[in-house]
């Protein structure tokens, strides 16, 4: 399996050079918020198939928020959520732009094999159902 991780401040359009790993895993976890001053954050995982080098196709979006202090160095990981409309509503169209920009320059072939449910997570624009 394929996988990659993005970390987006929240309201940021391109990813910190850092991963979830990299930023949550050697922290300790908050036990309450009181006294942090937290910023937020997107942690965006990718999946595919294929090996770790090289996707043959996108397959799986996860996004879960995450809040931080880097001062006191602790924070918060939320349960990740991988339903399309979770996901559109959490990125914001930066983010979405800059994913779906690197998932197409990174392996084309595999963003064509990607099926049209992963392809509308980037799409950028409103859906409407006729009720």
């Not at 309201?11 to 300790?28: G, I, K, W």
């Not at 910023?39 to 879960?64: C, F, H, I, M, N």
């Amino acid at each position: 399996m394929w996988k990659r991780n993005f970390l987006f401040r929240a309201h940021e359009a391109a990813p910190l050079p850092q991963t979830e790993q990299d930023v949550f895993y050697e922290t300790d976890q908050a036990l309450d918020s009181s006294g942090l001053n937290v910023e937020k954050y997107l942690s965006v995982w990718l999946q595919g198939e294929g090996d770790q080098d090289r996707p043959s196709a996108y397959t799986t979006v996860y996004v879960r928020t995450a809040t931080f202090d880097p001062v006191k160095k602790v924070g918060f990981l939320q349960p990740l959520q991988g339903r399309t409309h979770q996901i559109r509503q959490m990125l914001s169209p930066g983010q979405k732009t800059f994913l779906k920009d690197w998932l197409t320059r990174a392996n084309p072939a595999a963003w064509e094999e990607a099926g049209d449910g992963f392809h509308a997570i980037f799409d950028n624009e409103e859906r409407r159902r006729d009720d």
